[in-house]
């Protein structure tokens, strides 16, 4: 089974510039996520679509960052303009609905910010 | 707000030794996951816990569930240099039924000595 894979690995950029992520879930999975993860944090969940709906952005800073999630597969994430303090790791997940399965992770895009 | 907890923040310890990783969290919630992470790459589900009382054992490692202290324990046992890792554990704070909505906590990061 193939797993979560996104794009780019790593991304250099200056602030107030914009980057975009993207990420292709595992096939079949619903559920699709966008966390951040600082350096020594745990992840923190920014968004959560379920199919292309979005279920959860409570955590999103919506006045930089938007994701979208087109036919319900691909996603993509995008911050514009960029800021020092968005440098991080963003990681895509997907999980298999119902309830209960473990979230798959992709290895992330690791962006940092000039 | 969901807080999560784990100690210690890192752990060295020698070869052949047991020891366990604590993880408090401040809200009600049954469902509890525990991740591995090796540096500068994804994280892996290692435990999924579903109810109070659950116990998953895995190798080296045990994981246990009491939902009513609100405590999950990952336990080594006679550690291996190959479990050097950053150790997440993350609580579940969606209904039954809906996929899962994780809060991670600060993880611990594991270091085995020969």
């Known amino acids: 089974e193939a797993g979560v894979a996104q794009s780019p690995r790593y991304k250099i950029i200056e602030k107030r510039q914009s980057v975009a992520f993207w990420c292709n879930p595992i096939?079949?999975?619903?559920?699709l996520y966008w966390y951040q993860q600082i350096l020594g944090q745990g992840p923190k969940l920014l968004i959560q679509?379920?199919?292309?709906?979005?279920?959860?952005d409570s955590q999103l800073p919506k006045d930089r960052f938007s994701a979208e999630r087109l036919k319900g597969v691909d996603s993509t994430l995008k911050i514009q303009p960029a800021k020092l303090e968005d440098s991080a790791v963003y990681l895509c997940?997907?999980?298999?609905?119902?309830?209960?399965?473990?979230?798959?992770f992709g290895d992330g895009t690791r962006l940092s910010i000039l | 707000e969901l807080k999560v907890e784990q100690n210690p923040l890192f752990l060295s310890m020698q070869e052949g030794k047991n020891y366990t990783i604590y993880c408090n969290y401040s809200?009600?919630?049954?469902?509890l996951y525990w991740y591995r992470q090796d540096p500068g790459k994804s994280l892996e589900s290692l435990f999924v816990?579903?109810?109070?009382?659950a116990v998953k054992q895995e190798g080296r490692l045990m994981a246990s569930l009491d939902t009513k202290a609100r405590l999950s324990t990952l336990h080594i046992t006679a550690a291996v240099h190959d479990l050097s890792a950053t150790y997440f554990c993350?609580?579940?704070?969606?209904?039954?039924?809906?996929?899962?909505?994780?809060?991670f906590g600060t993880g611990t990061r594991l270091q085995v000595t020969l």
């Open positions: 997940a997907s999980s298999l609905d119902p309830d209960a399965q473990p979230q798959h």
């Open positions: 096939s079949g999975h619903a559920t």
């Open positions: 679509f379920q199919n292309n709906g979005v279920v959860d």
């Open positions: 809200t009600t919630s049954d469902r």
């Open positions: 816990l579903l109810s109070n009382g």
């Open positions: 993350a609580v579940d704070s969606s209904l039954t039924g809906t996929a899962s909505k994780l809060t």
